[in-house]
């Protein structure tokens, strides 16, 4: 069993320990609050005076802070200890935080695995759970039994920055649902019908849908938008427009779909009516 270091004891810190400490792992763990160290301590982990003292004989040390200010706050003080040591930072950032941090922690000796969580704390360690990772390689390998008891990891290569864009990519598929969902809910309730009823509607309509993104996807890769299309853009435009109508008639606020209706009626303007709404890509990816 390793000797783990856990750095930022938050909630999602505090249950990577946890998780650890119950594999039967020696963790030792360190917060700039050390009030939140102690339920650890009572589970068995050691505190550490320091960042540096928690890094200083760890075989794997695990950061996981608020943002990456705070990442770089941590590890400057733990600066002298790092030569030599295996890193894996589990904190939310864009690809740029990451390859920045990578480099500079590269320059202070140490290896560096980047990390997205995807999942909540009460998932670590349990069915469900996913990590993204991407960096060393060696260092993946190396700990790969201690990562996998945190969650399943999906390693995406050595591209420090690729755990953090495929985890923001997969953030942002949540977030157009749960746009997607809100907006349907302020539709539905600003006639009083209930939401959970709505619900019974919504969901499996999703879960329909859903199943045309594999042939969206194909078409976002070849780029060839205008095959075998059943629902062509001109047509969704027209019911966008009606879902702005719609809202504003119900006083909703379009906000949500607006964003859809205004790409997809420019795409329309360009003369790729007769595509799928895959095309859209083309307008969004090209945007300085
Ligand atoms: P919390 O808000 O619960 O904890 C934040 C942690 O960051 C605390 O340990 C805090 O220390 C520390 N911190 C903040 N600023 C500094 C600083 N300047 N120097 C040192 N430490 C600092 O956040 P979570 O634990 O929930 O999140 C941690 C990371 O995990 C984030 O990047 C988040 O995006 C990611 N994550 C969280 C998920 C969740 O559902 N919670 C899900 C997936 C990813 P202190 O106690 O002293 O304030």
């Known amino acids: 069993m390793s000797k783990i270091s856990v750095l930022g004891l938050g909630a999602m810190g505090s249950a990577l320990a946890a998780t650890l400490l119950r594999n039967g792992h020696s963790v030792t763990v360190w917060n700039r609050t050390p009030a939140r160290a102690e339920p650890l301590a009572a589970a068995g982990a050691r505190i550490a005076a320091s960042p540096a ?26 600066e002298g200890a790092l030569a030599g040591r295996d890193l894996v930072n589990l904190t939310n950032g864009t690809p740029r935080d990451a390859q920045e941090l990578a480099d500079w922690v590269a320059a202070k000796g140490a290896a560096y695995l980047d990390g997205g969580i995807m999942a909540i704390p009460p998932m670590i360690g349990e069915a469900g759970a996913l990590i993204l990772y991407s960096g060393s390689t060696a260092l993946f390998e190396r700990h790969k039994p201690s990562l996998l008891a945190l969650a399943e990891g999906r390693f995406l290569g050595e591209d420090p920055g690729r755990a953090a864009l495929y985890d923001l990519a997969l953030l942002s598929g949540m977030y157009g649902l749960f746009s997607g969902f809100l907006h349907a809910g302020a539709l539905v309730t600003s006639s009083g019908a209930g939401m959970s009823d709505f619900l019974t509607l919504l969901l499996p309509w999703l879960e329909a849908m859903s199943g045309t993104l594999p042939d969206l996807a194909g078409k976002i890769d070849s780029g060839l938008h205008d095959r075998n299309v059943v629902s062509n853009l001109a047509m969704q435009a027209i019911a966008l427009e009606n879902i702005v109508r719609a809202s504003r008639e119900q006083n909703v606020a379009p906000d949500f779909i607006n964003a859809m209706r205004r790409l997809t009626a420019m795409r329309v303007d360009q003369g790729h009516g007769g595509d799928d709404i895959s095309g859209v890509i083309e307008l969004i990816r090209r945007l300085e």
């Not at 003292?53 to 990442?71: E, F, G, H, P, S």
Request: overall charge negative; glycine content about 0%; charged content about 25%.
């Open 53 to 78: 003292d928690a890094m200083a004989d760890a075989d794997l040390t695990i950061l996981c802070v608020v943002d990456y200010a705070a990442a770089r706050a941590v590890l400057e003080e733990a």
